[in-house]
């Protein structure tokens, strides 16, 4: 499969914690990008990381990439309840339209 | 308000029944395409379309069909709905040169008996 993992596949923290979640993928992507999905509805896109970057910031979200370890990183600093959601990865492989999902990291955030 | 809908947002038919899950989208994009979330499974892709008259298999494609006769409306069709394909479907849309971000609808929960 050429799917993104994510890791873990769940975590729990409490407000004002910050959560980290993982993605691994297979092959060669021209870009990754992270969704959130509150539970049952649709995916809301968060940011894109193009293959040629390492960092990229957007508010309290924090996104890395490491192609020479096909891994992702996605960090939610100061996190709040209103953060609780699923969080997948979709890569887009090189010569490859389609995004590619993950199975998700379930985040809960307690308040 | 830019958006992708979808209707209807819940379904339960039966094994056999012709259905259409409809998708449109008021932004212009050029490229739509249909997913179902199953669990544990994450999103996967169904069918696409690149643009008017333009669609492509996805990853499971099996038990679908797809029309793109105009630029707005993507819709999904099951010929013969089978108990597998009881699923979460949503449909997205993307503009060109956006790095593939898609836009997704709301999603429509299929249940087939």
């Known amino acids: 499969s050429q799917q993104g993992e994510e890791d873990p596949q769940a975590l729990s923290i409490q407000e004002g914690e910050n959560a980290t979640m993982n993605c691994s993928y297979k092959?060669?992507?021209?870009?990754l990008q992270w969704y959130r999905q509150n539970s049952g509805r649709g995916l809301v896109h968060l940011i894109l990381?193009?293959?040629?970057?390492r960092e990229k910031h957007s508010g309290r979200l924090r996104v890395t990439l490491d192609t020479s370890k096909k891994s992702s990183s996605l960090l939610i600093t100061a996190s709040r309840a209103a953060d609780t959601a699923s969080y997948f990865c979709?890569?887009?492989?090189?010569?490859?339209?389609?995004?590619?999902f993950g199975s998700g990291t379930r985040l809960q955030v307690q308040p | 308000e830019a958006q992708v809908t979808q209707n209807p947002r819940y379904l339960i038919t039966v094994t056999g029944k012709k259905l259409t899950v409809t998708c449109s989208q008021n932004?212009?994009?050029?490229?739509m395409s249909w997913y179902r979330q199953d669990p544990g499974l994450g999103l996967r892709q169904i069918y696409y379309?690149?643009?008017?008259?333009?669609?492509d298999k996805g990853d499971v494609p099996e038990g679908y069909k797809v029309s793109r006769k105009e630029k707005r409306n993507f819709p999904l069709i099951l010929e013969s709905p089978s108990p597998n394909q009881t699923s979460l479907y949503f449909c997205?849309?993307?503009?060109?040169?956006?790095?593939?971000?898609?836009?997704f609808g709301p999603g429509t929960r299929l249940l087939v008996l």
């Open positions: 990381i193009r293959s040629n970057e």
């Open positions: 092959t060669s992507i021209n870009n």
């Open positions: 379309s690149m643009n008017v008259e333009v669609t």
């Open positions: 932004m212009n994009h050029e490229y």
């Open positions: 979709a890569t887009v492989f090189t010569g490859r339209r389609a995004l590619t």
């Open positions: 997205a849309s993307s503009p060109p040169g956006s790095g593939e971000t898609q836009y």
